[in-house]
């Protein structure tokens, strides 16, 4: 017998912009040119959360993100007259790179138009896989209105990175390889943008296992769905940068937005340290390199802003893989401050020869390795007679950091600033 909430979900989808006989159709459509991506199960986070973990690995993907299914799925629907007056779309990158692969292979011309701030990479692959690329404005929203005057003026075929229906049931195909892959999933946990990948999935997976919660991720710097959602309305936010620059819009899609606000059950957001730590967890324990916007799901499960029983199974979107690599090293700097593994400390000591090698032994002898060291006098607050030695400290983490500190201030050499 069905549930009051079963019975809901079913009436809603029925209104919505996308069915499920479309995403249907989009996953025979473009079967054979993406990649059906794994979602094993993981205990690289077992200590995270007590619940079964699975990871939909779409960093797998031929373009290295989801991006492929919902590209493809919109060009295939292309006829003759608009293949041959070209397609143009405005992405960050993964969209963007989706676009020129596939657009390149069914002989359609491509312009990309991209963010200035785009990676490195992104641009690089998009170029190479033969797009136009134009780079214009900080965002997403700012290139968007090129492309759209593009559309205007040069009679181009625009390829929404999500707000069309064809796009949003593409990317739905994951929906319906989630629950065919982990068939007792409860839980799925997906990032959230322009909601293109979000709405697809949720409509695929509530319209046949209503019982399965949807929850959305954003990053806190771009929060446009929660924005709309606690408006009731669709609404433009000023976004910032943001480590997640494949999920940083200041507006959620107008076909998106109803989906959404039908189907998924909860919105959450993380910090940018959350996510530079999620990058590094997924890069040491999984052995999975991963986007910032990719690791939001894991992000918003490491700091419990989703709730997970220990009897249930969740799957998290890992939803690209494309990092640039001038980036990664930042990335992996920022997640070893946030977990504690590289420290600063500012300590205060007498200004005499030996004062340095002292404090380098103590630490030393406590596990710790010192990267950096400084000398601050003359521009610091302190007795003339004194010196303070700035460390940057390779570390175990925060408790070992507070065991050095400890030990500084025993041995009375007196510490200033922790960071």
């Not at 799925?188 to 319209?207: N, W």
């Not at 918003?300 to 494309?322: H, I």
């Not at 930042?330 to 090698?357: F, K």
């Amino acid at each position: 017998m069905s549930s009051a909430r079963d019975r809901e979900a079913s009436a809603v989808t029925d209104t919505l912009p996308v069915s499920l006989d479309d995403v249907r159709a989009a996953r025979e459509r473009i079967a054979s040119d993406v990649v059906l991506t794994p979602c094993p199960h993981t205990m690289a986070f077992a200590d995270v959360t007590g619940a079964r973990l699975h990871l939909k690995l779409e960093n797998l993907q031929r373009t290295g993100s989801f991006k492929d299914r919902g590209s493809l799925n919109r060009l295939l629907h292309l006829d003759e007259e608009e293949r041959r007056r070209g397609v143009v779309t405005a992405s960050a990158g993964n969209h963007a790179q989706a676009v020129a692969y596939h657009a390149r292979r069914l002989g359609v011309p491509c312009t990309v138009v991209m963010p200035e701030t785009a990676p490195l990479i992104k641009v690089a692959n998009t170029e190479g896989y033969g797009a136009r690329v134009i780079q214009l404005g900080d965002v997403l929203d700012d290139s968007a209105v090129e492309a759209y005057r593009l559309v205007d003026d040069e009679g181009f075929v625009m390829i929404h990175p999500f707000d069309d229906p064809r796009v949003i049931a593409g990317q739905g195909s994951m929906g319906l390889e989630i629950l065919e892959q982990v068939p007792d999933v409860d839980v799925v946990i997906v990032p959230v943008g322009g909601g293109g990948m979000i709405a697809g999935i949720a409509l695929a997976v509530r319209s046949l296992a209503p019982h399965v919660r949807i929850v959305g991720v954003e990053a806190d710097a771009a929060p446009s769905a929660r924005a709309s959602r606690d408006a009731g309305e669709i609404v433009k936010i000023a976004s910032s940068r943001t480590l997640a620059d494949g999920i940083a819009t200041k507006r959620i899609g107008d076909n998106t937005f109803p989906i959404i606000e039908a189907l998924v059950d909860d919105l959450v957001s993380v910090t940018e340290e959350e996510i530079a730590s999620a990058v590094l967890q997924l890069l040491e324990r999984q052995k999975s390199v991963v986007e910032g916007g990719g690791a939001v799901s894991l992000a918003a499960l490491a700091k419990g802003a989703v709730e997970l029983g220990a009897d249930q199974t969740a799957v998290l979107l890992v939803s690209g893989g494309n990092i640039d690599v001038n980036m990664v090293s930042r990335i992996i700097d920022r997640g070893l401050v946030a977990d504690g593994r590289l420290a600063r400390v500012l300590v205060r000591v007498p200004d005499l020869p030996g004062s340095l090698a002292g404090v380098t032994r103590l630490v030393a002898s406590l596990g710790a390795n010192v990267l950096e060291t400084s000398h601050r006098r003359g521009f610091a607050d302190i007795s003339v007679g004194d010196v303070e030695i700035l460390f940057t400290l390779e570390t175990r983490g925060r408790a070992h950091v507070d065991g050095i500190l400890a030990r500084l201030d025993s041995e009375a050499m007196h510490v200033e600033e922790y960071t």
